[in-house]
């Protein structure tokens, strides 16, 4: 079950092995699973999420990592009962790290989430913290974990985190990991992104420099390389893309739209999106390698943004990943190989986006279920003086008419208010289905 | 210093040396999450790291302790940072860094923290190192040409350190090894529009074509080259349609009725651009279409979708998507 790459929070810098496939990835199983296996993918993640087994100790640093694939995993499959939910809320805000004073909160160091007790270390007896800092990538994981155990964000000290999360952007506007120094690339950027948008506060960022960051990651190809300059990856391009859906500077579904002033080469990328699916049904990464499982999550959440993943060919893309399918449970990167978490949780997500029955719908800009995405929306309402609402009950509809949140009960005689509810981050429709007032004007916001 | 032969694997509590110090155990604490099985071994060195970084100890032994926990979680960047907070403290010799370096890249050649530690210890050595760097990212590449790591790694120091002059040719004698390697191309579009050796893209253009045009002819079912050749033209469309050469390399591959793909869909591109295509166009095209129930649409760019449609069935959908966002001719 060991990973070969370090999964080191790579949540899209997955480097796939070289062109050729080996002869058993090319020879048909001898009995292909034709289905997806909910029952065994429970059961292996189940096992995973009470106990890892030795090889994944080297991804210790990342062990909230670790968590997050086993506890969205559960979620996506169905299966979140298997999670004790308080004992993970008490788990995950145990690696918070926090200033001991205003003053403190300045000194450069992040105030997020560790990964692991690695790199944590209670205060001395003069209350000295030794190397105490945050990573993006951990308290992005950290926050979808609490996210998908249904916590209430609005209780989490946020101040710290966002304002200390600056330190990290840099002046070409791409993140570092941590105040220590590291490798700064698209990946951070994203965690940046997924961090401000969860906690529904954009201090964090300077957001228009995050913006043209990515810009120049744009290749010559259409794709997004890691960094300006690099080759086009299924990994960069969705950290990009993801980034600015969340920043809010592309639309939800931006074909549709016929968007000519898109601050991206939109034909451009999507064509190079489309030539990932390779012969096999399988994603690449880049141009002219080998399919691998994650890259239907990475490649197809992008065209899922974009609103171009009904153009795929999904019977071909679910023959390729259900050859990667495990007979243990989870999924491997290629066919016919041992499973890995990572591999698995992105096997999920790419079946949750082929709306596999008995799935989680995925929020594809978060990587995590749409449940788990949801963010507070305000709507307004407004009422002829002579009449005035009592109750105002919502049905609210994603685009695939999916009940998300039902009734709401508004203050009492009031002629203008506001009720604030939760979304999910796409495009909703409202049907008002029954007030008891005479007649009203909603404005959502 | 820091031996060059590893510890041998005793165990820390066995080694007299370690005696004073009171490894700290990992407190996960009541109600960990996933917890991790851990192998002796890595428990043990790990209890040692703890103790050592949080006493803050920036010795010769700590810094032997962090090659040892590098070896076990490479991915570790605690590891790494302490580490380089020793190399600092000791005034470490930092070509025998890179040494150490080097010798454990082999195995951990995908691995974000060694690229950022090496990056660490050359930007100190400074133009110095640039030779040394260059070679032994090519050594990295001989191995696995598509190495991200390793390619970012050779565009930080280009950028940072200079060596530009030999980099195009060091493309050219990778695409010759495999035309098919992306990242190759990748590199040859970064030095073509950024050596300070060669003029820039608009310079470099001309010549570029031509190189191109050669690598579709020879592997027309080849990506890359494809969307290079388009690359070089960025946003100046109008240039990019009135290259004569660039139509005629997309003829020349659908007149030979074979890996015609890429070319019909370069020609479908122009074509939306505003190329104004000749009748042999037309001929070519429809001398790929072999029915005679379905005729082709008389208008090329459907034409094109058309047969798109069938020969790239993949992506059928896509192709149907393009034919019906066809500005409708008047």
Sequence with gaps: MATRDPLDFDIGVEDDEDGTPSPSSISPPSSPPSYFDRDRHVAFFEMLYNLMPYHYQSQEINRLTLAFFTISGLHLLKALDRVDKDRVVSWVLSFQAHPRSQAESKNGQFYGFHGSRTSQFPPDENGVSVHDAGHLASTYCALAILKTVGFNMLTIDKESILISMRNLQQPDGSFMPVHVGAETDLRFVYCAAAICFMLEDWSGMDREKARDYILNCQSYDGGFGLMPGLESHGGGTYCAVASLRLMGYIEDDLLSKNATSSIINVSLLLDWCMQRQAIDGGFQGRANKSSDTCYAFWVGAVLRILGGYKFIDKIALRRFLLTCQSEYGGFSKYPSELPDLYHSYYGYTAFSLLEEPGLNPLCAELGMTDLAALVHCFLFFQTDQKCCITALTLTIFDLSTRLLCGEKTLHRNRSLGAVKILFSPHNLAISVLRVCGRCTTLIML | ?330
Aim: with cysteine; aromatic share 10%; proline share 5%.
């Design chain 2, 1 to 330: 210093m820091e031996s060059s032969e590893d510890d041998g694997g005793e165990p820390l509590s066995r080694l007299a040396e370690w005696r004073d110090v009171t490894p700290l155990p990992q407190d996960d604490g009541p109600n960990p999450v996933a917890p991790i099985a851990y192998k002796e071994e890595f428990r043990e060195t790990m209890d040692y790291f703890r103790a050592i970084y949080k006493a803050d100890e920036r010795s010769p032994r700590a810094l032997r302790l962090t090659r040892r926990a590098i070896h076990l979680n490479p991915g570790n960047y605690t590891v790494w940072h302490f580490r380089r907070l020793v190399l600092e403290a000791l005034n470490s010799d930092l070509d025998e860094e890179l040494d150490f370096i080097q010798r454990i890249a082999n195995s951990n050649s995908k691995n974000y923290q060694l690229w950022h530690h090496r990056r660490w210890v050359v930007e100190r050595l400074g133009t110095n190192a640039r030779a040394k760097e260059l070679h032994l990212i090519k050594s990295i590449l001989s191995l696995d040409a598509k190495n991200y790591h390793a390619w970012s790694h050779r565009q930080w120091v280009l950028q940072a350190l200079g060596g530009w002059e030999d980099e195009l040719d060091y493309c050219q004698q990778l695409l010759e090894e495999d035309i098919f390697n992306n990242s190759a191309w990748n590199q040859r579009y970064f030095v073509v529009t950024r050596s300070p050796f060669l003029g820039g893209l608009t310079a470099m253009r001309a010549s570029e074509v031509r190189y191109t045009v050669e690598a579709i002819l020879a592997n027309p079912n080849n990506e890359c080259p494809w969307r290079y050749l388009r690359g070089l033209y960025k946003d100046d469309i109008e240039l990019l349609v009135n290259n004569h050469e660039i139509s005629s390399v997309c003829l020349k591959v659908i007149n030979t009725k074979s890996d015609y793909i890429f070319a019909l869909k370069m020609l479908l591109d122009l074509v939306c651009y505003g190329f104004q295509p000749c009748q042999e166009f037309r001929d070519a095209v429809v001398a790929l279409w072999n029915s005679d129930s379905h005729p082709l649409d008389p208008d090329l760019a459907t034409a094109i979708c058309g047969i798109l449609e069938h020969v790239d069935s993949m992506r059928a959908s896509y192709w149907i998507w393009r034919k019906n966002k066809l500005p409708v001719a008047a």
